[in-house]
C-alpha cells in the first residue's frame, strides 16, 4: 500500500471536489430558482475560460484585470441567455426547455471551437512558484487557488442567501413564485440574477481548472461530472450540492487510487462517479439531502 | 329583484375620498372562463370596506384582478378599469402594484416556511429602501409578542401564528392599502377574533385602507365601514355595513338565519324567489 500516494489523492479529491462543488451549486441555483435543468453549464465553464485566455493573450491584459472583465462579460452573457433564449420558454414543458440546454450546450461547443480554435491552449504562468508545500503534501499553487476560491464563493452564497435582500427574494420565489410576486418580487429579475450568478461562478470556476489544466473544450466534462455530484447531494439543495460534490471528488480519487494500486483497469477514475449515480437513483432517487417529491426527469 | 338599500343620508351629501375604483370589469381566466361580469366596487381611504359572497363568486378573483396577480394563473382583465390613488393600474405588473401601495394578503396566509420570521418579515419589506426597516420589525413584534419568542422556520407556526405573520408582513411594506383575503380562514372562533381586531387596530393606528374578503360574514361586517356582497361575478348589493346588518336577505343568507325556525319547505321556495342576479 502506498500510503503517501493516497494521501495526496485524496487532498486533489478534496480540492477538485470542492470546484465540482461549486459548480453544482450553479446548477441547483439555476434549478431551484428557475426549474431549469442546465445542461449547457459546462460550456459556461468553457466559456469563462476561453474568455479569460483571450484578455490575457490577445488583449495583453495582466491576469487579475483579465479575471475582472470576464467577470463582467459571464455576468451580461448569463443574462443575455436568461432574457433571449429561456424567458420565452416560461411555461413550457420541462422537456422542451431540456432539449433547449441541450441544444444550447452544443451550440457554444460549435461557436466556441470556431472562435477559439480546437487545440488546447495553456494558461500563461500566473503564480511565480509551480507547487507549494502543505504540511508534507505537495500542493500546486493553482490548486490552492482553487481551494481559497471554492470556499469563498461558498462563503460568500451562504452569507448571500441568508442576508442579503436579493438572496432572500430568491429564497422566496424558489418557495412560491406567486407568493414571491405578492410581496412586491419581479420574478423575472430574479430568474435573470439566478443565471447571472450560475455564469459568474461557472466562469470562474473554469478558470481555475484551465489554469490547473488547460483551456479546451473537454473542460466541459466537468458539467457533465456535477449530475452524480447534484443528484447525490439531491437536485434541489445547495448544502446538498456542495457535499455531493466534495464526495464525488474524494470517490473519483480514491477510485484512481484503487485502480492504480489493484485492478489496473485503467478507467475507474471516470467511471465511478456514474456508478454512484446509478446506485444513487436506485436507493434514494431524491439524493441525501433533497425535497423527496421534486419531479424526476 | 331584490330591492336595493336605500343610501343613507350622510353618504348622499359628503362626496367621499376614493382611493380605489373598480370601475365595471370583467375577468377572464384561460381565455374562455368568464369569472368577473362587469364588477364595480370603490373604497373610500382610510376605511375597512367588506366584500362578502358565496364560494365561487369571484371575490379572491377581485382581490387578484387589483393587485396584478391574476397574470400568474393565467386571467386577464379584458374589460373595464382599475384606478388608485388617481392612476390606472388594471394592467400593471403586480411587483410595480406592491410599489404604489397595493399589499396583498393572499388567502391561505402564504408565508414561506423554510424561512424564519424575522426573513419573512424582511421580505415584506422588499419594496422599500428607506431606513426605517429595523424599526418596524420592533412596530411589528410589539403587535405580535408571540411572534418574537418563535426564532425557528415559519412553517412550524401555528395557523394563528401564521395568520398573524401574514399581517405583520403585510405591515412592513407600509402599504396605503391591504387587500385581505380570508384572514379567519382556518382559525379557531377565539383567534378569529383576535385577527379582526388586530385588523382594525391597524385601519385605527396606522389609517391603512383595508379591503375584506370574508366568508365570516358577521365578523367583517361587525369591523367594515362599508359592505359588498357579490354573486356570480357582480355586486349585487352594498351599504353602509350596519344596514347591511340589518338587511333581512343578508341575515337570512350570510348570518345565518333570522332566528325563528322555517320549515325545508318555505327555505328552498323563498331561495328560489331571492335569487339574486
Avoid at chain 1, 49 to 62: E, G, H, Y
Avoid at chain 2, 17 to 32: A, C, F, G, K, R
Avoid at chain 2, 65 to 90: N, P, Y
Wanted: charged share 15%; net charge neutral; glycine share 10%.
Amino acid at each position: 500500500m502506498n500510503w503517501s500516494l493516497l494521501v495526496q489523492l485524496l487532498a486533489n479529491g478534496l480540492i477538485v471536489g470542492m470546484l465540482y462543488g461549486v459548480v453544482a451549486m450553479c446548477f441547483v441555483l439555476i434549478y431551484k430558482s428557475t426549474q431549469v435543468v442546465n445542461f449547457a453549464q459546462g460550456e459556461f465553464l468553457v466559456l469563462g475560460a476561453w474568455v479569460c485566455l483571450w484578455f490575457i493573450t490577445d488583449m495583453q491584459m495582466p491576469f487579475i484585470v483579465a479575471f475582472l472583465f470576464t467577470l463582467v462579460f459571464m455576468t451580461l452573457f448569463g443574462i443575455m441567455i436568461q432574457v433571449v433564449i429561456l424567458r420565452p420558454l416560461i411555461g413550457e414543458p420541462v422537456v422542451s426547455v431540456i432539449m433547449v440546454t441541450i441544444g444550447l450546450s452544443i451550440f457554444l461547443q460549435a461557436l466556441m471551437n470556431w472562435i477559439f480554435g480546437n487545440s488546447a491552449e495553456r494558461f500563461p504562468q500566473v503564480f511565480e512558484t509551480e507547487s507549494v508545500n502543505v504540511a508534507g503534501l505537495n500542493v500546486e499553487s493553482a490548486y490552492l487557488m482553487s481551494l481559497v476560491m471554492s470556499v469563498l464563493i461558498m462563503g460568500g452564497f451562504y452569507l448571500f442567501f441568508r442576508f442579503s435582500k436579493y438572496g432572500l427574494a430568491m429564497r422566496a420565489t424558489a418557495f412560491n413564485q406567486q407568493t414571491a410576486q405578492s410581496l412586491g418580487i419581479s420574478v423575472r429579475q430574479v430568474f435573470a440574477l439566478a443565471w447571472a450568478i450560475s455564469a459568474i461562478v461557472s466562469g470562474v470556476a473554469g478558470i481555475i481548472i484551465g489554469m490547473v489544466n488547460s483551456v479546451s473544450s473537454s473542460l466541459a466534462i466537468i458539467g457533465i461530472k456535477v449530475f452524480p455530484a447534484v443528484i447525490l447531494g439531491g437536485l434541489d439543495s445547495i448544502v446538498g450540492a456542495v457535499i455531493g460534490g466534495i464526495i464525488i471528488g474524494l470517490l473519483e480519487n480514491f477510485a484512481e487510487f484503487v485502480d492504480g494500486q489493484f485492478l489496473n483497469w485503467g478507467n475507474l477514475f471516470t467511471i465511478a462517479p456514474f456508478y454512484v449515480l446509478i446506485i444513487i437513483l436506485m436507493i434514494k432517487p431524491y439524493g441525501l439531502f433533497g425535497t423527496k417529491d421534486i419531479e424526476r426527469i | 329583484m331584490l330591492q336595493t338599500v336605500p343610501a343613507s343620508s350622510e353618504k348622499a351629501d359628503a362626496p367621499k375620498d376614493t382611493i380605489l375604483s373598480v370601475d365595471n370589469i370583467e375577468v377572464v381566466y384561460n381565455e374562455y372562463v368568464l369569472v368577473l361580469r362587469g364588477l364595480s366596487l370603490t373604497v373610500e381611504r382610510g376605511s375597512i370596506t367588506a366584500l362578502l359572497g358565496a364560494n365561487g363568486a369571484g371575490k379572491s378573483t377581485t382581490l387578484k384582478a387589483i393587485s396584478g396577480l391574476l397574470k400568474s394563473e393565467d386571467g386577464e382583465i379584458t374589460r373595464g378599469s382599475i384606478t388608485f390613488d388617481g392612476q390606472i393600474i388594471s394592467h400593471q405588473e403586480p411587483e410595480r402594484t406592491v410599489r404604489s401601495g397595493i399589499f396583498q394578503v393572499m388567502e391561505g396566509r402564504r408565508i414561506i416556511q423554510d424561512m424564519t420570521v424575522l426573513e419573512n418579515l424582511k421580505l415584506g419589506a422588499f419594496t422599500r429602501s428607506d431606513g426605517g426597516v429595523k424599526d418596524d420589525i420592533d412596530l411589528v413584534y410589539s403587535y405580535f409578542p408571540r411572534l418574537k419568542e418563535r426564532t425557528g422556520l415559519a412553517g412550524y407556526l401555528s395557523g394563528g401564528e401564521q395568520q398573524m405573520l401574514a399581517i405583520g408582513r403585510a405591515m412592513m411594506a407600509r402599504p396605503k392599502l391591504i387587500l385581505m383575503d380570508e384572514p379567519s380562514m382556518g382559525l379557531s372562533p377565539l383567534l378569529v377574533k383576535e385577527v379582526f381586531g388586530i385588523i382594525k387596530r391597524l385601519n385605527e393606528d396606522f389609517g391603512v385602507t383595508i379591503l375584506l374578503v370574508e366568508q365570516n360574514a358577521a365578523m367583517a361586517l361587525a369591523c367594515a365601514r362599508h359592505g359588498y356582497i357579490m354573486e356570480n361575478g357582480k355586486i349585487v348589493l352594498d351599504g353602509p355595513a350596519e344596514e347591511l346588518r340589518e338587511n333581512e336577505d343578508i341575515k337570512e343568507f350570510y348570518l345565518g338565519g333570522s332566528g325563528e325556525r322555517k320549515s325545508f319547505k318555505n327555505i328552498k321556495s323563498f331561495k328560489r324567489r331571492k335569487r339574486w342576479l
